[in-house]
């Protein structure tokens, strides 16, 4: 049995999985860690691993308060991941882009594929069919262009999420919204068209914070999974007991 956890720039998110089965997700704030994975070990004791993969801001120490417990694994660009890096700056990679290039390679194996994790900033990441991970693009997620809206404008306000009901917006609310919203949406869209005129044999996987939110809103087909980064971390953890 198996804890994964994953520490974004804005939350928390674990799961425990025994073999591929997912028994429990859980989120949670950053000042919460501590608390909430001593209850998850309490509930669940035959866990023996604790693997993490970070790109936020907390202490290792406070992982490692629980190595008295479980085996407890931080991933790094050290560790042997089932692809082959071709970025030019390896090094700046982050982590949990890597975790879903290598879960997006063993559960798609000979195929191109597109992982677009939609987060704090969204993420694109392609890895082709002779599992050669070639890069992709960072932009900004969708809260954060609401709040650089607000934040850098002296009138705008600050809005959450919501889905505009036009294109047109006939208000400033609306307008934001459909600024937001719409422009998210033809940004991915229009990556996956260029991806798409270029490699065959393709699939796009959609996950993050934003993927449920904007799975019904692309036009193109896509493998939406809100916790694929999660499930990664699991099956790349087996991948480098495998390989080591």
Do not use: W
């Not at 693997?51 to 490692?64: D, I, P, R, Y």
């Not at 975790?99 to 191109?112: D, R, S, V």
């Not at 990441?125 to 809260?143: C, K, Q, T, V, W």
């Not at 993050?208 to 499930?231: C, H, P, Q, V």
């Amino acid at each position: 049995m198996i804890l994964t956890v994953d520490v974004g720039n804005t939350r928390i998110k674990a799961a425990v999985f025994e073999g591929n089965s997912v028994l429990e997700n859980f989120v949670f704030e950053k000042n919460e860690l501590e608390k909430k994975i001593e209850k998850i070990l309490e509930k669940f004791q035959n866990c023996t691993d604790l693997v993490v993969a970070s790109v936020g801001n907390v202490e290792k120490q406070s992982f490692l308060t629980f190595e008295k417990k479980v085996n407890v694994h931080f991933f790094t660009h050290e560790d042997v991941f089932p692809f082959h890096n071709k970025y030019a700056t390896p090094a700046t990679l982050g982590i949990d882009r890597m975790i879903l290039a290598a879960g997006a390679t063993l559960q798609f194996p000979k195929q191109n594929r597109l992982v677009i994790d939609a987060g704090t900033c969204i993420t694109y990441d392609f890895i082709d069919e002779n599992d050669n991970y070639l890069g992709g693009a960072i932009s900004p997620g969708l809260r954060l262009r609401y709040e650089t809206l607000h934040n850098y404008t002296a009138r705008l306000p600050l809005l959450a999420l919501e889905e505009p009901y036009s294109y047109i917006g006939d208000s400033t609310a609306q307008a934001i919204h459909s600024g937001v919203v719409n422009g998210f949406v033809y940004e991915i869209d229009g990556f996956i068209d260029e991806y798409r005129s270029n490699f065959a044999n393709f699939i796009i996987i959609l996950t993050g914070g934003d993927a449920d939110f904007l799975a019904k809103r692309l036009k193109n087909t896509i493998f939406a999974n809100s916790n694929f980064l999660l499930e990664s971390l699991s099956q790349t953890y087996q991948y480098k007991i495998d390989n080591d």
